[in-house]
């Protein structure tokens, strides 16, 4: 795993090089750290940091979902006739079009990302003085449950 990420890692320092004028809208999310990490291996950490932090945060998003979806078989089965309405034919190519018409699995994604969230804490600031297990915590603090 590590030597085909590094290889990817790798090409993005080279075709970084290659260019005269760096335009930083137009680079990714790993090449902005490879442009502004003068030390190569460092960059390099910091992008396989970044790869595997999203493997890992993807990964349990799809786990969450699709364990939602196994554990609600009505909402099962309106996002699979959903699916079925908008893609009759399974070689349909999905595009942006018929993602947006997929409300229910959108609204359904956002659900569970709202439930189970994929991040170690969620952070939230309170609107009005709160009092949690006998605390009283003031409008404004930045709790992360």
């Known amino acids: 795993f590590v030597e085909v990420c590094t290889k990817y890692i790798e090409e993005a320092m080279v075709r970084l090089q290659a260019k005269q004028h760096v335009n930083e809208s137009e680079l990714s999310l790993i090449e902005r750290i490879l442009a502004k990490e003068p030390n190569p291996k460092t960059a390099t950490i910091l992008a396989l940091d970044l790869i595997l932090v999203g493997i890992d945060t993807i990964s349990m998003a799809v786990c969450s979902i699709l364990y939602q979806l196994a554990t609600r078989p009505e909402q099962q089965e309106k996002l699979h006739q959903e699916l079925k309405r908008l893609m009759p034919d399974p070689d349909t190519p999905l595009n942006v ?49």
């Open 97 to 145: 079009k018929l993602l947006d018409e997929m409300v229910f699995l959108k609204s359904f994604v956002k659900e569970v990302f709202r439930v189970y969230s994929t991040v170690i804490g969620n952070g939230r600031t309170l609107q009005k003085d709160t009092v949690i297990m006998d605390y009283n915590i003031p409008k404004g603090t930045q709790v992360v449950f």
